[in-house]
Protein backbone atom coordinates (compact mmCIF):
# COMPACT_ATOMS: atom_id res chain seq x y z
CA UNK A 1 0.00 0.00 0.00
CA UNK A 2 1.57 3.65 -0.99
CA UNK A 3 1.22 6.18 1.38
CA UNK A 4 1.25 9.49 1.10
CA UNK A 5 4.38 10.76 2.90
CA UNK A 6 2.87 12.98 5.31
CA UNK A 7 0.65 10.37 6.50
CA UNK A 8 0.43 9.02 9.92
CA UNK A 9 1.95 5.43 10.30
CA UNK A 10 -0.28 2.30 10.41
CA UNK A 11 -1.79 1.23 13.90
CA UNK A 12 -1.00 -2.19 14.74
CA UNK A 13 -2.10 -2.71 18.40
CA UNK A 14 -1.09 -6.20 19.75
CA UNK A 15 -3.77 -5.95 22.28
CA UNK A 16 -6.81 -6.23 22.87
CA UNK A 17 -7.00 -9.97 21.57
CA UNK A 18 -10.22 -10.54 19.52
CA UNK A 19 -11.08 -14.06 20.20
CA UNK A 20 -13.73 -15.87 17.80
CA UNK A 21 -14.95 -18.79 19.50
CA UNK A 22 -16.52 -21.63 17.59
CA UNK A 23 -16.84 -19.13 14.60
CA UNK A 24 -19.06 -21.11 11.03
CA UNK A 25 -18.11 -18.92 8.22
CA UNK A 26 -14.98 -18.02 6.53
CA UNK A 27 -16.30 -14.95 5.54
CA UNK A 28 -17.34 -13.68 8.70
CA UNK A 29 -13.67 -14.44 10.20
CA UNK A 30 -12.47 -12.60 7.04
CA UNK A 31 -14.76 -9.60 7.39
CA UNK A 32 -13.96 -9.25 11.47
CA UNK A 33 -10.08 -9.26 10.46
CA UNK A 34 -10.88 -6.69 8.08
CA UNK A 35 -12.67 -4.41 10.36
CA UNK A 36 -10.40 -5.35 13.31
CA UNK A 37 -7.18 -3.84 11.21
CA UNK A 38 -9.72 -0.96 9.87
CA UNK A 39 -9.68 0.21 14.00
CA UNK A 40 -5.77 -0.91 14.50
CA UNK A 41 -6.32 -3.88 16.20
CA UNK A 42 -4.02 -7.13 14.90
CA UNK A 43 -4.40 -10.27 17.19
CA UNK A 44 -7.16 -12.52 16.50
CA UNK A 45 -7.56 -15.85 17.78
CA UNK A 46 -9.75 -18.44 16.39
CA UNK A 47 -11.19 -21.46 18.98
CA UNK A 48 -12.59 -24.43 17.27
CA UNK A 49 -13.59 -22.54 13.61
CA UNK A 50 -15.90 -25.07 12.06
CA UNK A 51 -14.49 -25.39 8.67
CA UNK A 52 -10.80 -25.95 7.72
CA UNK A 53 -7.96 -23.68 9.04
CA UNK A 54 -7.03 -21.89 6.51
CA UNK A 55 -9.96 -20.96 5.12
CA UNK A 56 -9.61 -19.30 1.28
CA UNK A 57 -13.19 -17.99 2.12
CA UNK A 58 -11.87 -15.66 4.96
CA UNK A 59 -9.26 -14.54 2.50
CA UNK A 60 -10.92 -12.83 0.24
CA UNK A 61 -13.47 -10.87 2.47
CA UNK A 62 -10.50 -9.95 4.57
CA UNK A 63 -8.96 -7.71 1.45
CA UNK A 64 -5.80 -6.41 3.00
CA UNK A 65 -6.17 -7.55 6.15
CA UNK A 66 -4.47 -11.05 5.34
CA UNK A 67 -1.52 -10.14 7.99
CA UNK A 68 -4.62 -10.76 10.78
CA UNK A 69 -5.48 -14.06 9.30
CA UNK A 70 -1.71 -15.46 8.88
CA UNK A 71 -0.94 -14.61 12.25
CA UNK A 72 -4.64 -15.40 13.51
CA UNK A 73 -3.87 -18.47 16.31
CA UNK A 74 -6.29 -21.50 16.54
CA UNK A 75 -6.62 -23.19 19.42
CA UNK A 76 -9.59 -26.13 19.88
CA UNK A 77 -10.19 -25.62 23.53
CA UNK A 78 -11.63 -22.19 24.98
CA UNK A 79 -8.95 -22.52 27.94
CA UNK A 80 -6.00 -22.98 25.82
CA UNK A 81 -6.42 -19.73 23.67
CA UNK A 82 -6.90 -17.89 26.92
CA UNK A 83 -4.37 -19.12 28.61
CA UNK A 84 -2.13 -15.49 28.53
CA UNK A 85 -4.99 -13.81 29.29
CA UNK A 86 -5.31 -11.61 32.20
CA UNK A 87 -8.48 -9.99 31.89
CA UNK A 88 -11.59 -11.58 29.80
CA UNK A 89 -14.26 -10.01 28.29
CA UNK A 90 -17.61 -12.04 26.49
CA UNK A 91 -19.38 -10.43 24.20
CA UNK A 92 -22.92 -11.17 24.54
CA UNK A 93 -26.65 -9.47 24.42
CA UNK A 94 -28.24 -11.51 26.95
CA UNK A 95 -28.06 -11.20 30.74
CA UNK A 96 -27.38 -14.29 31.97
CA UNK A 97 -27.72 -13.70 35.65
CA UNK A 98 -23.92 -14.07 36.55
CA UNK A 99 -22.40 -12.01 38.51
CA UNK A 100 -20.06 -9.70 36.53
CA UNK A 101 -19.87 -6.25 35.89
CA UNK A 102 -21.42 -5.22 32.42
CA UNK A 103 -19.84 -2.85 30.37
CA UNK A 104 -20.84 -1.26 27.35
CA UNK A 105 -18.36 -0.70 23.99
CA UNK A 106 -17.06 3.03 25.22
CA UNK A 107 -16.94 1.68 28.91
CA UNK A 108 -14.72 -1.42 28.16
CA UNK A 109 -12.74 0.32 25.74
CA UNK A 110 -11.74 2.33 28.15
CA UNK A 111 -11.09 -0.44 30.49
CA UNK A 112 -9.04 -2.15 28.52
CA UNK A 113 -7.04 0.72 28.07
CA UNK A 114 -6.35 0.85 31.39
CA UNK A 115 -5.67 -2.90 31.56
CA UNK A 116 -2.70 -2.25 28.87
CA UNK A 117 -1.42 0.29 30.01
CA UNK A 118 -0.64 -1.42 32.91
CA UNK A 119 0.41 -4.47 31.25
CA UNK A 120 -2.38 -6.50 30.88
CA UNK A 121 -3.28 -8.88 28.06
CA UNK A 122 -6.90 -8.46 27.74
CA UNK A 123 -8.87 -10.75 25.13
CA UNK A 124 -12.37 -10.22 24.16
CA UNK A 125 -14.57 -13.40 23.27
CA UNK A 126 -16.95 -13.35 20.62
CA UNK A 127 -19.70 -16.09 19.87
CA UNK A 128 -20.16 -18.16 16.69
CA UNK A 129 -23.43 -16.84 14.59
CA UNK A 130 -26.33 -16.67 15.72
CA UNK A 131 -26.25 -18.62 18.66
CA UNK A 132 -23.84 -16.85 20.97
CA UNK A 133 -20.93 -17.91 23.41
CA UNK A 134 -22.59 -20.26 25.86
CA UNK A 135 -22.96 -20.08 29.31
CA UNK A 136 -19.60 -21.71 30.55
CA UNK A 137 -18.15 -19.95 27.87
CA UNK A 138 -19.20 -16.18 29.52
CA UNK A 139 -18.40 -18.33 32.80
CA UNK A 140 -14.83 -17.28 31.81
CA UNK A 141 -15.26 -13.87 31.39
CA UNK A 142 -14.26 -11.15 33.84
CA UNK A 143 -16.79 -9.06 32.46
CA UNK A 144 -19.69 -8.59 30.05
CA UNK A 145 -19.17 -6.88 26.85
CA UNK A 146 -22.81 -5.81 26.20
CA UNK A 147 -23.53 -3.64 22.82
CA UNK A 148 -27.02 -1.29 23.04
CA UNK A 149 -28.81 -3.14 20.60
CA UNK A 150 -32.44 -2.96 20.07
CA UNK A 151 -34.65 -5.35 21.98
CA UNK A 152 -36.73 -6.16 19.17
CA UNK A 153 -34.25 -7.21 16.77
CA UNK A 154 -30.83 -7.87 18.93
CA UNK A 155 -28.84 -10.66 16.60
CA UNK A 156 -25.81 -8.38 15.12
CA UNK A 157 -23.85 -10.00 12.31
CA UNK A 158 -20.55 -11.65 13.85
CA UNK A 159 -18.41 -8.48 12.03
CA UNK A 160 -20.46 -6.15 12.99
CA UNK A 161 -19.89 -6.62 16.72
CA UNK A 162 -16.39 -6.92 16.36
CA UNK A 163 -17.10 -3.29 14.11
CA UNK A 164 -18.05 -1.72 17.42
CA UNK A 165 -15.76 -2.48 19.43
CA UNK A 166 -12.75 -2.11 17.71
CA UNK A 167 -13.88 1.17 16.85
CA UNK A 168 -14.91 1.86 20.72
CA UNK A 169 -10.66 1.16 21.15
CA UNK A 170 -9.75 3.57 18.60
CA UNK A 171 -11.84 6.10 19.88
CA UNK A 172 -10.31 5.52 23.59
CA UNK A 173 -6.57 5.04 21.79
CA UNK A 174 -7.36 8.45 20.40
CA UNK A 175 -8.72 10.26 23.34
CA UNK A 176 -12.08 10.89 23.96
CA UNK A 177 -11.74 14.43 23.70
CA UNK A 178 -11.87 15.45 19.95
CA UNK A 179 -12.88 19.58 19.79
CA UNK A 180 -16.55 19.77 19.81
CA UNK A 181 -16.78 22.12 16.67
CA UNK A 182 -13.83 21.26 15.06
CA UNK A 183 -12.98 22.09 11.13
CA UNK A 184 -9.96 21.40 9.00
CA UNK A 185 -8.97 24.21 7.16
CA UNK A 186 -5.71 25.65 5.21
CA UNK A 187 -7.11 28.82 5.39
CA UNK A 188 -6.79 31.30 8.24
CA UNK A 189 -9.81 32.93 10.09
CA UNK A 190 -10.85 36.36 8.78
CA UNK A 191 -10.04 38.62 11.23
CA UNK A 192 -12.76 40.99 12.44
CA UNK A 193 -11.67 44.02 10.34
CA UNK A 194 -12.21 41.81 7.27
CA UNK A 195 -15.20 40.71 8.47
CA UNK A 196 -16.43 44.79 8.93
CA UNK A 197 -15.26 45.42 5.63
CA UNK A 198 -17.33 42.76 4.22
CA UNK A 199 -20.02 43.55 6.15
CA UNK A 200 -19.86 47.17 5.30
CA UNK A 201 -19.39 46.40 1.08
CA UNK A 202 -22.50 44.37 1.60
CA UNK A 203 -24.86 46.52 3.48
CA UNK A 204 -23.95 49.46 1.06
CA UNK A 205 -24.48 47.85 -1.87
CA UNK A 206 -27.78 46.73 0.01
CA UNK A 207 -28.69 49.94 0.81
CA UNK A 208 -28.66 51.54 -2.77
CA UNK A 209 -30.69 48.01 -4.01
CA UNK A 210 -33.76 49.74 -1.56
CA UNK A 211 -33.00 46.58 0.54
CA UNK A 212 -33.46 47.82 3.96
CA UNK A 213 -37.12 49.21 4.10
CA UNK A 214 -38.62 49.83 5.80
CA UNK A 215 -36.19 52.20 7.10
CA UNK A 216 -36.65 51.28 11.30
CA UNK A 217 -36.06 47.61 10.34
CA UNK A 218 -32.57 48.26 8.69
CA UNK A 219 -30.95 47.73 12.26
CA UNK A 220 -32.04 44.78 12.75
CA UNK A 221 -32.08 43.21 9.00
CA UNK A 222 -28.14 44.08 8.98
CA UNK A 223 -27.64 42.13 12.59
CA UNK A 224 -29.47 39.42 11.14
CA UNK A 225 -27.51 39.28 8.06
CA UNK A 226 -24.26 39.98 9.70
CA UNK A 227 -25.22 36.88 12.61
CA UNK A 228 -25.76 34.68 9.50
CA UNK A 229 -22.82 35.23 8.07
CA UNK A 230 -20.45 35.35 11.57
CA UNK A 231 -21.99 32.20 11.88
CA UNK A 232 -19.92 30.31 8.98
CA UNK A 233 -17.11 31.13 10.42
CA UNK A 234 -15.52 32.35 7.35
CA UNK A 235 -12.08 31.86 6.59
CA UNK A 236 -9.96 35.29 5.48
CA UNK A 237 -9.90 33.31 1.73
CA UNK A 238 -14.01 33.22 1.83
CA UNK A 239 -13.88 36.76 3.15
CA UNK A 240 -12.14 37.88 -0.07
CA UNK A 241 -14.61 35.45 -2.04
CA UNK A 242 -17.53 37.20 -0.82
CA UNK A 243 -16.63 40.37 -1.40
CA UNK A 244 -15.94 39.39 -4.91
CA UNK A 245 -19.64 38.01 -5.46
CA UNK A 246 -20.85 41.29 -4.51
CA UNK A 247 -18.84 42.81 -6.66
CA UNK A 248 -19.79 40.52 -9.62
CA UNK A 249 -23.46 40.30 -8.97
CA UNK A 250 -23.41 44.22 -8.86
CA UNK A 251 -21.59 44.95 -12.05
CA UNK A 252 -24.20 46.04 -14.62
CA UNK A 253 -24.94 48.17 -11.86
CA UNK A 254 -22.10 50.23 -12.29
CA UNK A 255 -23.15 51.71 -15.26
CA UNK A 256 -26.61 52.25 -14.20
CA UNK A 257 -25.08 54.57 -11.31
CA UNK A 258 -23.31 56.48 -14.17
CA UNK A 259 -26.41 57.16 -16.18
CA UNK A 260 -28.33 57.97 -13.05
CA UNK A 261 -25.56 60.54 -12.20
CA UNK B 1 -40.17 -12.65 16.57
CA UNK B 2 -41.42 -13.57 20.25
CA UNK B 3 -39.98 -11.45 23.14
CA UNK B 4 -40.52 -11.81 26.78
CA UNK B 5 -43.19 -10.27 28.50
CA UNK B 6 -41.19 -7.98 30.64
CA UNK B 7 -38.54 -7.11 27.82
CA UNK B 8 -38.18 -3.64 26.55
CA UNK B 9 -40.19 -2.31 23.26
CA UNK B 10 -38.22 -2.62 19.49
CA UNK B 11 -36.94 0.94 19.28
CA UNK B 12 -37.70 2.21 15.25
CA UNK B 13 -36.51 5.37 14.60
CA UNK B 14 -37.25 7.25 11.33
CA UNK B 15 -34.44 9.71 11.92
CA UNK B 16 -31.77 9.94 10.99
CA UNK B 17 -31.89 8.16 7.49
CA UNK B 18 -29.48 6.61 6.26
CA UNK B 19 -28.77 7.36 2.43
CA UNK B 20 -26.08 4.80 0.70
CA UNK B 21 -25.13 6.57 -2.78
CA UNK B 22 -24.81 4.41 -5.53
CA UNK B 23 -24.47 1.07 -3.49
CA UNK B 24 -23.33 -1.82 -5.77
CA UNK B 25 -23.71 -5.21 -4.10
CA UNK B 26 -27.31 -5.78 -2.87
CA UNK B 27 -25.64 -8.31 0.60
CA UNK B 28 -23.92 -5.02 1.41
CA UNK B 29 -27.58 -2.97 0.88
CA UNK B 30 -29.02 -5.96 3.24
CA UNK B 31 -26.07 -6.18 5.97
CA UNK B 32 -26.79 -2.35 6.42
CA UNK B 33 -30.24 -2.68 6.83
CA UNK B 34 -29.83 -5.43 9.54
CA UNK B 35 -27.56 -3.42 11.59
CA UNK B 36 -29.61 -0.32 10.96
CA UNK B 37 -32.11 -2.21 12.77
CA UNK B 38 -29.90 -3.81 15.13
CA UNK B 39 -29.38 -0.24 16.66
CA UNK B 40 -33.04 0.98 16.16
CA UNK B 41 -32.78 2.92 12.53
CA UNK B 42 -35.49 2.07 10.28
CA UNK B 43 -35.21 4.64 7.71
CA UNK B 44 -32.84 3.93 4.56
CA UNK B 45 -32.66 5.65 1.17
CA UNK B 46 -30.63 4.12 -1.94
CA UNK B 47 -29.20 6.25 -4.66
CA UNK B 48 -28.92 4.55 -8.07
CA UNK B 49 -28.57 0.95 -6.73
CA UNK B 50 -26.21 -0.61 -9.03
CA UNK B 51 -28.12 -3.92 -9.49
CA UNK B 52 -32.28 -3.85 -9.93
CA UNK B 53 -34.46 -2.82 -6.91
CA UNK B 54 -35.96 -5.08 -4.81
CA UNK B 55 -32.55 -6.89 -4.89
CA UNK B 56 -32.98 -10.66 -3.78
CA UNK B 57 -29.32 -10.67 -2.53
CA UNK B 58 -30.23 -8.01 0.05
CA UNK B 59 -33.31 -9.79 1.50
CA UNK B 60 -31.09 -12.84 2.16
CA UNK B 61 -28.37 -11.04 4.18
CA UNK B 62 -31.03 -8.68 5.89
CA UNK B 63 -32.34 -11.37 7.91
CA UNK B 64 -35.12 -10.09 9.96
CA UNK B 65 -34.80 -6.14 8.80
CA UNK B 66 -36.63 -6.87 5.86
CA UNK B 67 -39.03 -3.80 6.68
CA UNK B 68 -36.39 -1.44 6.24
CA UNK B 69 -35.38 -3.11 2.80
CA UNK B 70 -39.53 -3.16 1.99
CA UNK B 71 -39.67 0.56 2.96
CA UNK B 72 -36.62 1.80 1.27
CA UNK B 73 -37.15 4.43 -0.57
CA UNK B 74 -35.23 4.59 -4.07
CA UNK B 75 -33.81 7.90 -5.95
CA UNK B 76 -31.93 7.72 -8.83
CA UNK B 77 -30.44 11.45 -8.14
CA UNK B 78 -29.12 12.34 -4.60
CA UNK B 79 -30.39 15.75 -5.12
CA UNK B 80 -34.26 13.93 -4.64
CA UNK B 81 -33.14 11.81 -2.18
CA UNK B 82 -31.55 14.52 0.27
CA UNK B 83 -34.94 16.80 -0.69
CA UNK B 84 -36.77 17.06 2.29
CA UNK B 85 -33.24 17.09 4.77
CA UNK B 86 -32.15 19.78 6.83
CA UNK B 87 -28.82 18.54 7.68
CA UNK B 88 -26.98 16.35 5.69
CA UNK B 89 -23.36 14.75 6.82
CA UNK B 90 -21.35 12.67 4.53
CA UNK B 91 -19.30 9.75 6.02
CA UNK B 92 -16.06 10.12 4.19
CA UNK B 93 -12.49 9.48 5.41
CA UNK B 94 -10.68 11.78 2.89
CA UNK B 95 -10.12 15.55 3.66
CA UNK B 96 -11.45 17.31 0.72
CA UNK B 97 -10.18 20.73 1.05
CA UNK B 98 -13.61 22.22 2.08
CA UNK B 99 -14.66 23.99 4.73
CA UNK B 100 -16.67 22.03 6.50
CA UNK B 101 -17.44 20.81 10.41
CA UNK B 102 -15.83 17.08 10.95
CA UNK B 103 -17.34 14.73 13.52
CA UNK B 104 -16.29 11.53 14.38
CA UNK B 105 -19.42 9.19 15.15
CA UNK B 106 -20.19 10.17 18.92
CA UNK B 107 -19.99 13.83 18.26
CA UNK B 108 -22.03 13.47 15.07
CA UNK B 109 -24.51 11.15 16.83
CA UNK B 110 -24.96 13.76 19.29
CA UNK B 111 -25.15 16.56 17.17
CA UNK B 112 -28.14 14.51 15.20
CA UNK B 113 -29.51 14.07 18.35
CA UNK B 114 -29.96 17.49 19.31
CA UNK B 115 -31.19 18.46 15.92
CA UNK B 116 -33.42 15.35 15.72
CA UNK B 117 -35.19 17.07 19.53
CA UNK B 118 -35.36 20.07 17.47
CA UNK B 119 -37.90 19.07 14.63
CA UNK B 120 -34.84 18.83 12.28
CA UNK B 121 -34.94 15.50 9.44
CA UNK B 122 -31.09 14.61 9.26
CA UNK B 123 -29.77 12.26 6.34
CA UNK B 124 -26.14 10.53 6.63
CA UNK B 125 -24.80 9.46 3.33
CA UNK B 126 -22.71 6.56 2.81
CA UNK B 127 -20.95 6.15 -0.32
CA UNK B 128 -19.90 3.27 -2.22
CA UNK B 129 -18.10 0.11 -1.66
CA UNK B 130 -14.11 1.04 -2.33
CA UNK B 131 -14.57 4.41 -4.58
CA UNK B 132 -16.78 5.91 -1.78
CA UNK B 133 -18.61 9.48 -1.95
CA UNK B 134 -17.80 11.64 -4.79
CA UNK B 135 -16.51 15.72 -4.17
CA UNK B 136 -19.78 17.02 -5.48
CA UNK B 137 -21.89 14.76 -3.11
CA UNK B 138 -19.68 15.59 -0.16
CA UNK B 139 -20.03 18.81 -1.41
CA UNK B 140 -24.16 18.24 -0.18
CA UNK B 141 -23.58 17.98 2.79
CA UNK B 142 -23.57 20.14 6.18
CA UNK B 143 -20.94 18.63 7.79
CA UNK B 144 -18.29 15.35 7.18
CA UNK B 145 -18.68 12.23 9.34
CA UNK B 146 -15.36 10.96 9.60
CA UNK B 147 -14.16 7.49 11.32
CA UNK B 148 -10.99 7.45 13.42
CA UNK B 149 -9.51 4.77 10.80
CA UNK B 150 -6.25 2.82 11.08
CA UNK B 151 -4.43 5.44 8.55
CA UNK B 152 -2.72 2.34 7.24
CA UNK B 153 -5.38 0.56 6.19
CA UNK B 154 -8.93 2.85 6.04
CA UNK B 155 -11.07 1.48 3.74
CA UNK B 156 -14.31 0.15 5.67
CA UNK B 157 -16.33 -2.19 4.67
CA UNK B 158 -20.07 -0.45 3.73
CA UNK B 159 -21.99 -2.24 6.60
CA UNK B 160 -19.11 -1.66 9.76
CA UNK B 161 -19.43 1.74 8.38
CA UNK B 162 -23.11 1.97 8.82
CA UNK B 163 -22.58 0.05 11.98
CA UNK B 164 -20.19 2.40 13.64
CA UNK B 165 -22.63 4.95 13.26
CA UNK B 166 -25.78 3.58 13.94
CA UNK B 167 -24.39 2.29 17.08
CA UNK B 168 -22.82 6.03 17.90
CA UNK B 169 -26.50 6.29 17.36
CA UNK B 170 -28.06 4.04 19.95
CA UNK B 171 -25.53 5.60 22.51
CA UNK B 172 -26.60 8.84 21.97
CA UNK B 173 -29.94 7.79 22.38
CA UNK B 174 -29.38 6.02 25.75
CA UNK B 175 -27.07 8.44 27.44
CA UNK B 176 -27.71 12.24 27.34
CA UNK B 177 -24.13 14.07 26.41
CA UNK B 178 -25.28 17.60 26.24
CA UNK B 179 -24.70 18.49 22.45
CA UNK B 180 -21.86 20.10 21.49
CA UNK B 181 -23.22 21.94 18.15
CA UNK B 182 -26.71 22.88 17.96
CA UNK B 183 -28.41 26.26 17.46
CA UNK B 184 -31.68 26.95 18.59
CA UNK B 185 -33.47 29.26 16.58
CA UNK B 186 -37.60 30.02 16.31
CA UNK B 187 -37.48 29.65 12.36
CA UNK B 188 -37.26 26.26 10.97
CA UNK B 189 -33.96 25.43 9.13
CA UNK B 190 -34.01 25.43 5.19
CA UNK B 191 -34.79 22.29 3.32
CA UNK B 192 -31.71 20.83 0.88
CA UNK B 193 -34.98 21.92 -1.88
CA UNK B 194 -34.84 25.75 -0.54
CA UNK B 195 -31.31 25.63 -0.63
CA UNK B 196 -31.04 24.22 -3.90
CA UNK B 197 -33.07 27.43 -5.22
CA UNK B 198 -30.74 29.42 -3.47
CA UNK B 199 -27.86 28.25 -4.71
CA UNK B 200 -28.72 28.15 -8.20
CA UNK B 201 -30.08 31.30 -8.29
CA UNK B 202 -26.67 32.82 -6.74
CA UNK B 203 -25.08 30.77 -9.58
CA UNK B 204 -27.09 32.21 -12.40
CA UNK B 205 -26.13 35.49 -11.52
CA UNK B 206 -22.86 35.12 -11.15
CA UNK B 207 -22.56 33.48 -14.19
CA UNK B 208 -23.95 36.98 -15.70
CA UNK B 209 -21.42 38.75 -13.45
CA UNK B 210 -18.20 36.27 -14.95
CA UNK B 211 -17.79 35.05 -11.61
CA UNK B 212 -16.67 31.94 -12.27
CA UNK B 213 -13.64 32.43 -14.70
CA UNK B 214 -11.18 30.59 -15.53
CA UNK B 215 -14.25 28.36 -16.53
CA UNK B 216 -12.55 24.88 -15.81
CA UNK B 217 -12.16 26.34 -11.81
CA UNK B 218 -16.55 26.94 -11.97
CA UNK B 219 -16.89 23.77 -9.86
CA UNK B 220 -14.53 24.05 -7.59
CA UNK B 221 -15.39 27.72 -6.64
CA UNK B 222 -19.25 27.14 -6.68
CA UNK B 223 -18.63 24.01 -4.50
CA UNK B 224 -16.62 26.50 -2.06
CA UNK B 225 -19.06 28.92 -1.80
CA UNK B 226 -21.80 26.34 -1.42
CA UNK B 227 -19.93 24.73 1.55
CA UNK B 228 -19.43 28.35 3.34
CA UNK B 229 -23.34 28.89 3.17
CA UNK B 230 -23.65 25.35 4.57
CA UNK B 231 -21.72 25.50 7.11
CA UNK B 232 -24.23 28.52 8.42
CA UNK B 233 -26.78 25.92 8.43
CA UNK B 234 -29.68 28.63 7.29
CA UNK B 235 -33.11 28.81 8.50
CA UNK B 236 -35.85 28.98 5.92
CA UNK B 237 -35.92 32.66 6.64
CA UNK B 238 -32.34 33.03 6.12
CA UNK B 239 -32.28 31.43 2.87
CA UNK B 240 -35.38 33.78 1.88
CA UNK B 241 -33.39 36.78 2.91
CA UNK B 242 -30.23 35.59 1.01
CA UNK B 243 -32.59 35.55 -2.30
CA UNK B 244 -34.06 38.67 -1.32
CA UNK B 245 -29.93 39.99 -1.01
CA UNK B 246 -29.05 38.87 -4.59
CA UNK B 247 -32.11 40.49 -6.07
CA UNK B 248 -31.23 43.35 -4.53
CA UNK B 249 -27.68 43.37 -5.65
CA UNK B 250 -28.72 43.02 -9.14
CA UNK B 251 -31.79 44.95 -9.59
CA UNK B 252 -29.97 47.45 -11.45
CA UNK B 253 -28.53 44.53 -14.02
CA UNK B 254 -32.20 43.92 -14.96
CA UNK B 255 -31.71 47.72 -16.83
CA UNK B 256 -28.56 46.71 -18.57
CA UNK B 257 -29.93 43.00 -19.73
CA UNK B 258 -32.64 44.86 -21.65
CA UNK B 259 -30.17 47.39 -23.56
CA UNK B 260 -28.15 44.30 -23.93
CA UNK B 261 -30.79 43.22 -25.68
Known sequence: ?????????????????????????????????????????????????????????????????????????????????????????????RPRGMEKPVWGPRQAAANIRAAITAGERPVVMFGPEAAGLESDEVARADAILTLPVNPGFASLNLANAVAVFAYACAEARQGADTPPWFRDSESPPATQAELEALFTHLEEELDRGRFFHPPDKAPLMKRNLRALFLRARLTDQEARTLRGVIKALTIGRGGRKKQDG
Open 1 to 93: MTRAPNMPPPISEEWPAICLVRPQMGENIGAAARVMLNFGLVSLRLVAPRDRWPNPKAEVVAVGADEVLRRARVDWRLEDALMDATLVLAATA
